[in-house]
């Protein structure tokens, strides 16, 4: 039910795969709308022609799915309210708060050149506009002739002279700006569509955002935007804006690069780039569940020892009035901490049902054999990846085995043992792990053979290498039909490897 004015978007540019940042943003806008029975609107930015990148929108509306972010409304696309923009732009020009300026690039460009020279920054504001070419400083006929000539122009701001400019941060609070200092945007580009900032303003207020949460990045365009609503003389939203994600050393923004080197994605989903494919967190095994929980601690302290969240205890918990203002480190060893915790409170059958989706070596098996191995191998594992590896030898016969160890074992008296341990094996009538245990244990201290000698090779012919489980566990889940073939498998390479 909303039944609440509290109306929050999210208003992704749609210029590549969403970057966990964006995807944080997203989280704390749902939270927040969910917990005041708001409305979440997913809103597309898509005025950037250059920029646009498809299937970046797609990408988006399958990574929010993927976590559980569901909108109320949209998505809508900025491309397709175009006639609502100029409208608006118009309105502002009439009022004499915008203007058109003629400027041609090179131009602009001499004075930035010049103005480095002399070791300063060019403004194009209210100190020089007349100097410049718009339609402040021409004359009406002269303008006119320009527009109906169809002039390359673009429609700037008349941004205040000489006013502070006082805006208010539900994480910041009181920010102030002299607006003297400030350049007159370009609110309509020389392309005929309208920049972010003119669009997002009009499109917050015509939605009826009454909570704009977004990055950190765009506080400083937050001065800009206030003067657009006193421009329209519209109300303003309340303004939240996050804190960075950064690297783990906390200098700078967690990139693509940072990822890299930690060894985990920067991006929910698997993204099939130009530059070729980039993994996501889905695809390197991360629960959706363990990845919110890691982003909503990400900039968000809930002051208390609790840590393990559901989407519905964050819903009731989280409290924009308690993100911090300064950013917030990326810590991967947490990351694994909550996704292993995620994939022990997750049904065994659940991750089963993954593990045969995502693995074909599985598609044949007996989904119940599945859930055991699930069971035998999860408390080990950080993701479903690793619970893969860790596992995959009950289903899959060793093809390679681990050299060091099949040189080591590689001896006449191993194939001996091999075949008097299959012997036994053989001879087991009830094939559980503890019967298996008793018998196997007492041959090998009548025998004499010492218990590295039978169990190593015995491993290496079950997993492939010196790793896994409890091996008479392992036993019982191949059957005795499966373990009597690799053990021979593993006889007949020593045999040809001695040969
Ligand atoms: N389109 C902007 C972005 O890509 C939206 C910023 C905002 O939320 O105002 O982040």
């Not at 860790?390 to 016969?397: E, K, M």
Request: a positive charge; hydrophobic letters at 35%; glycine letters at 6%.
């Amino acid at each position: 039910t909303m039944n609440s004015s509290v109306r929050v978007r999210f208003a992704p540019s749609p210029t590549g795969p969403l970057h966990i940042g964006g995807l944080r943003t997203a989280l704390f806008n749902y939270l927040f709308a969910k917990q005041n029975k708001g409305t979440f609107v997913l809103r597309i930015e898509d005025t950037d022609k250059k920029r646009y990148v498809n299937g970046a929108e797609k990408y988006i509306e399958e990574a929010l799915e993927w976590v559980g972010i569901k909108s109320e409304e949209g998505p809508y696309r900025q491309s397709e309210r175009k006639d609502l923009y100029k409208n608006h732009i118009q309105s502002l020009i009439d009022k004499g708060l915008a203007y058109y300026a003629f400027d041609e690039a090179e131009a602009l460009d001499g004075h930035r050149k010049s103005h480095e020279a002399k070791g300063k920054t060019f403004i194009y504001n209210w100190h020089n506009r007349l100097k410049l070419e718009n339609s402040l400083s021409l004359n009406k006929e002269e303008v006119e002739k320009k527009l109906i000539a169809n002039e390359k122009h673009v429609v700037r701001f008349k941004s205040f002279e000489n006013k502070t400019i006082v805006c208010k941060d539900l994480i910041r609070g009181e920010l102030s700006v002299e607006s003297k200092l400030l350049d007159d945007k370009i609110l309509y580009k020389s392309d005929g569509m309208p920049t972010y900032h003119f669009a997002n303003v009009v499109d917050d207020h015509l939605m009826n955002i009454s909570h704009v949460i977004r990055g950190e990045e765009w506080l400083p365009s937050l001065p800009l935007h206030s003067m657009l609503y006193d421009a329209f003389g519209w109300e303003k939203p309340k303004f939240a804006h996050l804190p960075l994600i950064l690297n783990p050393k906390g200098k700078g923004k967690l990139s693509k690069r940072d990822g890299d080197k930690l060894g985990v994605p920067v991006f929910p989903l698997l993204w099939n780039g130009e530059k070729g494919d980039l993994l996501g967190f889905r695809e390197e095994g991360y629960l959706p569940g363990a990845l919110t929980n890691f982003l909503a601690l990400l900039g968000w302290n809930p002051g208390t020892e609790k840590e393990i969240f559901s989407m519905n205890d964050l819903v009731k918990n989280f409290d924009i009035n308690k993100v911090n203002s300064s950013g917030a480190k990326f810590d991967v060893e947490k990351l694994k901490w909550f996704n292993h915790k995620y994939l022990q409170l997750e049904r065994n059958e659940k991750i089963a049902d993954h593990l045969i989706c995502s693995y074909q070596e599985l598609k044949t098996m007996k989904k119940e054999l599945v859930i055991s191995a699930v069971e035998l191998t999860k408390e080990r594992a950080n993701t479903l990846n690793e619970l893969w590896s860790l596992c995959s030898y009950l289903f899959i016969a060793p093809v390679n085995y681990n050299e060091k160890t099949l040189k080591k074992v590689s001896k006449d008296g191993t194939i001996e043992t091999l075949n008097e341990l299959s012997k036994k094996i053989e001879a087991i009538n009830t094939f559980k792990e503890n019967e298996i245990s008793k018998l196997i244990k007492s041959w090998i201290n009548e025998s004499g053979k010492g218990f590295g000698n039978v169990m190593q090779p015995a491993r290496l012919a079950l997993v492939g290498e010196l790793k896994g489980i409890d091996l008479y566990v392992i036993f019982e889940f191949l059957g005795k039909e499966e373990s009597l073939s690799r053990l021979s498998a593993l006889s007949k390479k020593i045999k040809t490897s001695l040969q």
